[in-house]
């Protein structure tokens, strides 16, 4: 059985960081490619960042690019999402996600990674909230 398992999330202050872990096993373990994306109160699902296992790239959102970092154990597929200077707009529930067989050659993985379908396989979600 598939499974996506996060960690990390919580209440955080304005300008500080954060690091949210996610663990891939059963199916999800092979997927191609894992991903973050957030859903913040009364807004759609959003991309936030990406990495393919195979070729090593990452993809950020414009929102976070230049605040965001992901690191991963390619061996366990473990996504870590490092997080710094979090503003009140962070504040989402972030979802990891595991999948990019659909699109995992190099110019379809740089059209299609931000998009929820090609996802096959869900977390069930971590809050964060960024409050003083």
Not at 3 to 9: D, I, K, M, P, R
Not at 28 to 44: E, H, I, L, N, V
Not at 109 to 119: L, N
Request: aromatic fraction near 10%; charge should be neutral; glycine fraction near 12%.
């Amino acid at each position: 059985q598939a499974q996506l398992l996060e960690s990390g999330g919580g209440l955080v202050q304005p300008g500080s960081s954060l690091s949210l872990s996610c663990a891939a096993s059963g199916s999800a373990f092979s997927s191609p490619t894992m991903a973050w994306f957030r859903q913040a109160p009364g807004k759609d699902r959003e991309f936030v960042a990406a990495i393919n296992w195979g070729r090593r790239v990452e993809r950020y959102a414009d929102s976070v690019k230049d605040r965001a970092t992901v690191r991963g154990d390619n061996r366990n597929h473990v996504l870590a999402l490092q997080m710094t200077n979090l503003k009140l707009e962070d504040t989402a529930v972030y979802y990891c996600a595991a999948g990019g067989a659909s699109f995992d050659s190099p110019f379809q993985w740089g059209v299609r990674v931000g998009e929820q379908a090609g996802y096959a396989y869900w977390g069930q979600g971590t809050q964060v909230t960024v409050s003083s």
